[in-house]
């Protein structure tokens, strides 16, 4: 028989627990919550059996009505937390995990800076790196390898392992203090539905292997001597 007071008054009867983390996905409320197997006491229980932990948030991370974002515990995640309803530990509550031997994210030392580089990656191979190092960097890659990465002298490089389609709904201005360069394998085609201007301070050449082919209703050149053979 379970005293009456360890069910009415669990906050005097706390009970902590170290476990590890089964079950994520099937959560039938979606709150993020998280099937744990606690050491000890949950040892002999089915995993479908176990029962659903809630999880302490920060409060920089809540969720609220469909807003916010929920938590991204891992299956093996090893965790620790306390039973809300005391010595009858029906009811888990996870507080915090802790990291355990095989826990290592290769890309953290990779760099020989650690602690200074803090990586997250999913489980599916997404991830973010931010190098506090002397030669520190800023890096997002996505599992298929498209990502971006900031150096520590500020120069940026993005790698774009497929397609890209930027959608500008206003102006675009673009300033280049330095030389610009568009080296494309295929083909270009510019489709302008209003005025086209370009203005060039020095020397402007076109070449072409083939052909060049000008077509309008009314073409114009101005200021000097046109000179087809060069």
């Known amino acids: 028989m379970i005293p009456q007071a360890f069910l009415d008054f669990y906050g005097d009867q706390v009970r902590w627990f170290i476990g590890e983390v089964i079950n994520v996905k099937d959560d039938p409320l979606k709150l993020g919550r998280a099937q744990v197997r606690a050491f000890g006491v949950y040892d002999d229980i089915e995993d479908t059996d176990l029962p659903w932990a809630q999880i302490v948030v920060p409060v920089t991370q809540g969720a609220h009505e469909g807003n916010g974002q929920y938590l991204g515990l891992l299956v093996g995640t090893q965790v620790f937390g306390i039973f809300l309803d005391g010595q009858n530990s029906q009811l888990p509550m996870i507080v915090g995990s802790i990291p355990k031997?095989?826990?290592?994210?290769?890309?953290?030392?990779?760099?020989?800076e650690y602690p200074k580089n803090k990586v997250y990656k999913t489980e599916t191979g997404h991830?973010?790196?931010?190098?506090?190092?002397?030669e520190g960097r800023i890096k997002e890659q996505h599992r298929t390898?498209?990502?971006?990465?900031i150096q520590n002298d500020g120069t940026r490089?993005?790698?774009?392992?497929?397609d890209e389609t930027l959608v500008v709904s206003g102006n675009k201005y673009t300033v280049?203090?330095?030389?610009?360069t568009l080296n494309v394998t295929g083909d270009v085609k510019i489709v302008v539905s209003g005025s086209a201007s370009i203005e060039v301070a020095k020397e402007a050449k076109i070449k072409s292997a083939v052909s060049v082919n000008l077509s309008a209703p009314e073409i114009n050149l101005n200021g000097g001597v046109v000179n087809l053979n060069s």
């Open 101 to 112: 031997d095989g826990d290592q994210n290769p890309r953290v030392d990779d760099r020989g």
């Open 127 to 134: 991830y973010r790196e931010y190098d506090d190092s002397e």
């Open 145 to 149: 390898g498209t990502n971006y990465e």
């Open 157 to 162: 490089t993005t790698f774009i392992t497929k």
């Open 176 to 180: 280049v203090a330095g030389d610009d």
